[in-house]
């Protein structure tokens, strides 16, 4: 009996072991259960508070931008009327505004695109490519910046082609005073087809103008990629829509 005693003992131990040997993993199964579901809760808390915060920052940046909007819609309106002492006192205005929201919020894009489109209306062409720059560094495809830009290529690609044109026109003077008798050579219209950088600011206005829903954006892209007349349709379709 006593022997058989011992040998109860044993195994009455041995279950107990065995018992707490499974309960262990139902234990750390059931914590790791309830942490993750605590922080399931905490990252859903943490992204709603994340979204309102980005909510309210952009309200917040969407009043702040409006200023600039109102001060650079009246700079354009004298402008249009011929005032241009007006529209650089509204254009001094919108400088410090945009200067201001680009030391508060130097990530957004849209005070750059303000300033330039503003230095576009004064003819500081150079300074405005650059705050149009500024803005697409910012946000690649911000439309309206793509659009300025745009407008600013088309204006080097015609400044460059002018510089093309007048090289060709004193090359064939040169040519003519050297040869007697000699007369100048009409200039090609194709002359800026082998002129490599005539056809990369081309290309480039282009691919700014495309994707737009502006009609007038539209009406630049068919006319780099295509001819111009074939553009004029959608050039007195933009007329309409915005006379201005």
Same mark, same amino acid.
């Given at each position: 009996?006593?022997? &058989? ?6 195994? #009455? =131990? !041995? %279950? ?7 309960? @262990?993993? +139902? +234990? ?8 993750? %579901?605590?922080? &399931?809760?905490?990252?859903?808390? #943490? ?8 909510? @309210?920052?952009?309200?917040? %940046?969407?009043? =702040? ?42 990530? +957004? ?6 300033? &330039? ?19 697409? !560094?910012?946000?690649? &495809? ?8 745009? =407008?600013?290529? +088309? ?20 040519? !003519? ?14 002359? !800026? ?21 502006? @009609? ?7 006319? =780099? ?20």
């Amino acid at each position: 009996h006593l022997s &058989g005693s011992h040998i109860s003992a044993r195994r #009455t =131990l !041995a %279950i107990r072991r065995f018992s707490r040997r499974r309960k @262990t993993p +139902i +234990i750390v199964a059931a914590a790791a259960a309830i942490l993750m %579901i605590g922080l &399931g809760a905490l990252w859903v808390v #943490t992204r709603k508070t994340q979204a309102e915060v980005v909510d @309210t920052q952009s309200g917040r %940046i969407r009043q =702040l931008l409006e200023p600039s909007e109102i001060c650079l819609k009246a700079a354009l309106e004298l402008r249009r009327s011929g005032d241009i002492p007006g529209m650089n006192k509204h254009a001094a205005v919108l400088e410090s505004v945009c200067r201001d929201m680009i030391a508060r919020f130097p990530k +957004i894009a849209e005070p750059h695109c303000h300033w &330039g489109r503003m230095l576009r209306a004064q003819m500081k062409y150079d300074m405005a490519f650059q705050q149009q720059e500024r803005a697409l !560094a910012k946000n690649a &495809g911000f439309a309206e910046a793509r659009y300025e830009r745009g =407008l600013l290529l +088309i204006r080097q690609y015609d400044h460059h082609l002018n510089k093309l044109r007048m090289r060709w026109d004193r090359s064939q003077a040169d040519f !003519a005073q050297g040869v007697r008798g000699r007369v100048p050579v009409k200039q090609p219209s194709d002359l !800026a087809l082998e002129d490599a950088t005539a056809a990369d600011l081309k290309k480039r206005a282009a691919a700014d103008f495309e994707g737009s829903d502006l @009609t007038i954006a539209r009406a630049f892209r068919v006319m =780099l990629t295509s001819k111009t007349s074939d553009a004029v349709p959608l050039f007195e379709q933009a007329h309409r829509e915005t006379p201005d």
